[in-house]
């Protein structure tokens, strides 16, 4: 299989913690793919027509996006134990976490966007501003749940984890463990997992 991605992508960072926790890391080529929201990547758009990461592409040439996705597929070949919880309300919470997590990651990335990319001109505050409000009420829904995160590894707080990692990487001055103590108690010890330790992001 081929895993085209950036190190640096937090949804990345998510399939890749999924093939780490689900033995199948050693099958996973990963590919580092460049792609820009302002110009064209027309060696990806080959496999994904949105020119989106990750991207992966099975053994039998069959491309798959997006993140959770790639994920589904990835746990559907784990022999061991499951990251996606099978039925019941422990499904639906690591689903759940999964959806808050990926929200919060697609506020801060349009905000990374238009502070990094876009002409001064061209930047909105208000909408920032909004964008913000939003990932921060969503850690705060995190913080109230963190106890739910606690056990063996879901989809839900390994997404969880590669977006505070993220946020860490990307927003560090803003300090989301402000206020939020349990959820970064949580943190700590899960980024000691081997997982995280292998799939850190580069800049």
């Not at 027309?42 to 997006?66: E, H, I, Q, R, S």
């Not at 993140?67 to 784990?78: A, G, R, T």
């Not at 639906?92 to 349009?110: E, N, P, T």
Request: with cysteine.
């Amino acid at each position: 299989m081929k895993l085209y991605i950036s190190s640096a992508s937090p949804f990345a960072r998510k399939v890749r913690l999924v093939a780490h926790e689900a033995g199948l890391a050693s099958q996973v080529e990963e590919v580092p793919t460049v792609v820009s929201p302002v110009k064209p990547n027309a060696d990806l758009a080959k496999a994904n027509p949105l020119m989106k990461l990750p991207t992966l592409v099975t053994d039998d040439g069959m491309a798959l996006f997006d993140s959770p996705v790639i994920c589904e597929y990835l746990d559907s070949l784990n022999a061991g134990r499951k990251l996606f919880p099978a039925a019941g309300p422990a499904r639906w919470a690591a689903l759940r976490q999964q959806a808050v997590a990926d929200g919060i990651l697609d506020a801060a990335i349009g905000v990374r966007y238009q502070t990094a990319l876009a002409p001064k001109e061209l930047q909105w505050t208000q909408w920032q501003d909004g964008q913000r409000a939003k990932w921060k009420q969503a850690l705060d829904f995190l913080e109230a749940d963190a106890k739910a995160l606690e056990g063996d590894p879901t989809i839900g707080s390994l997404t969880v984890a590669a977006t505070l990692a993220w946020l860490d990487f990307r927003f560090g001055a803003d300090d989301w463990r402000i206020g939020r103590p349990t959820l970064a108690a949580w943190f700590a010890g899960f980024s000691q997992r081997p997982s995280m330790q292998a799939t850190l992001p580069s800049a």
